[in-house]
């Protein structure tokens, strides 16, 4: 339905629901734009879909994939997303775009880089810009990935931004942290992200293919004594490293074989419901420091003082633990 001007009506609560519930894609899509809001309006709908929508949620794998740029993630996400679809799933792509600080544009170019997921019936693919949020990881990621769930979506695949933020965000918010690698010229240990490595559930040195099958195997031999000296993620998993050539399709079979071991594994010993649990918790106190900063600021008073602040701490007058203190007095006042 549109309006007089040619703009589609808004949808009704009941309406979204009923339509994610029967996996109607354009609904879907409708309904993340409705969460990705800002208005208030919008935000109140969207919050009562979400609390009518938990009770279908909850089934999916969730993944998150990460690496740095150049490394293939795309490229392992559409050809592993179309093996995926091929044995019978529905895979659902959040790819989580880098958004510019200065002028808060993104390249959105997902659905053009997983061409192949992208035209399945049984894929939906949603860029969406980071706007410069911790771990390149969309404000909005968890309530997306509730959706996908709720319209019957089995496979949830989180692509993060891979250029340097802190990845725990995501990690946070998955089942499987999967981090993909390249091989280097012998000294690319150095150049492991201890923190990421150390959330990894499984690390896969991917363009193992033509002449640097050989490198891609010593640098696995390479990050996989690295990660024996690390403490493991979980008591119940030791995160394993592969080879794999996502353009020659080769090893994304053994990838998702341990990624369903994986997942019997942390089934079988509780850490699956513990673990979402506690991602459930996390994404509240998330919430609530975004909504009591964002009620602060927006309290004329309160904005005109942390101005100041902010001033005095950016002029070398004040200490940031002292600014942090004057605005905790605010909110005790």
């Given at each position: 339905?549109?309006?007089a001007?040619?703009?589609?009506?808004p949808l009704?609560?009941?309406q979204l629901?009923?339509?994610?519930l029967a996996?109607?894609?354009a609904v879907?899509?409708?309904?993340?734009t409705l969460?990705?809001?800002t208005r208030?309006g919008?935000?109140?709908?969207a919050?009562?879909?979400?609390?009518a929508?938990?009770?279908?949620s909850?089934?999916?794998?969730r993944?998150g994939?990460?690496?740095?740029?150049?490394?293939?993630?795309?490229?392992?996400?559409d050809q592993l997303?179309?093996?995926?679809?091929?044995?019978?799933h529905e895979?659902a792509?959040?790819?989580v775009?880098?958004?510019s600080?200065?002028?808060?544009g993104?390249?959105?170019?997902?659905?053009?880089?997983m061409?192949?997921?992208?035209s399945?019936p049984?894929a939906?693919?949603?860029p969406?810009?980071?706007s410069?949020t911790?771990?390149g990881?969309t404000?909005?990621?968890r309530e997306t990935?509730l959706?996908?769930?709720?319209?019957?979506?089995d496979?949830?695949?989180?692509?993060?931004v891979?250029v340097g933020?802190?990845?725990t965000?995501?990690?946070?918010?998955?089942?499987?942290f999967l981090?993909?690698?390249?091989?280097g010229?012998?000294d690319?240990?150095?150049?492991?992200?201890?923190g990421?490595?150390?959330i990894?559930?499984m690390l896969?040195?991917n363009?193992?293919?033509?002449?640097n099958?050989?490198?891609?195997?010593r640098?696995?031999?390479?990050?996989?004594?690295a990660?024996?000296?690390?403490?493991p993620?979980?008591?119940s998993?030791?995160?394993p490293v592969?080879?794999a050539?996502?353009?020659e399709?080769r090893?994304?079979?053994?990838l998702?074989?341990?990624?369903?071991?994986?997942?019997?594994?942390?089934t079988g010993s509780?850490?699956?419901q513990?673990?979402r649990q506690?991602q459930a918790?996390g994404?509240?106190?998330?919430?609530l420091q975004e909504?009591?900063?964002?009620?602060?600021?927006?309290?004329g008073?309160?904005?005109?003082?942390?101005?100041?602040?902010?001033?005095?701490?950016?002029?070398g007058?004040?200490?940031?633990?002292r600014?942090v203190e004057a605005v905790?007095g605010?909110l005790r006042?």
């Amino acid at each position: 339905m549109t309006t007089a001007r040619g703009r589609r009506a808004p949808l009704s609560l009941a309406q979204l629901a009923a339509g994610i519930l029967a996996g109607d894609r354009a609904v879907l899509a409708r309904a993340i734009t409705l969460i990705e809001s800002t208005r208030p309006g919008d935000q109140e709908v969207a919050q009562n879909l979400l609390q009518a929508l938990l009770p279908s949620s909850g089934g999916a794998w969730r993944i998150g994939v990460t690496g740095v740029p150049g490394v293939g993630k795309s490229t392992l996400i559409d050809q592993l997303g179309m093996n995926l679809i091929a044995a019978g799933h529905e895979v659902a792509v959040l790819a989580v775009d880098p958004t510019s600080r200065r002028s808060g544009g993104s390249i959105l170019g997902d659905k053009t880089r997983m061409a192949r997921l992208a035209s399945s019936p049984a894929a939906f693919i949603r860029p969406s810009p980071t706007s410069g949020t911790l771990g390149g990881v969309t404000r909005r990621t968890r309530e997306t990935m509730l959706l996908a769930e709720a319209a019957g979506f089995d496979v949830v695949i989180v692509e993060t931004v891979g250029v340097g933020q802190s990845e725990t965000a995501v990690a946070d918010m998955v089942d499987f942290f999967l981090v993909l690698m390249l091989a280097g010229g012998g000294d690319e240990l150095q150049g492991i992200k201890k923190g990421v490595i150390e959330i990894a559930d499984m690390l896969v040195i991917n363009k193992a293919d033509g002449d640097n099958i050989v490198r891609a195997r010593r640098s696995a031999a390479d990050y996989q004594a690295a990660l024996n000296i690390l403490t493991p993620r979980s008591a119940s998993w030791t995160p394993p490293v592969l080879v794999a050539s996502a353009l020659e399709n080769r090893g994304l079979d053994a990838l998702w074989e341990q990624v369903s071991a994986h997942r019997a594994r942390m089934t079988g010993s509780g850490e699956l419901q513990a673990r979402r649990q506690e991602q459930a918790v996390g994404w509240m106190r998330d919430m609530l420091q975004e909504r009591l900063l964002a009620d602060l600021m927006a309290r004329g008073a309160a904005r005109e003082r942390i101005d100041a602040l902010e001033e005095e701490v950016r002029r070398g007058r004040l200490t940031a633990p002292r600014a942090v203190e004057a605005v905790l007095g605010l909110l005790r006042s």
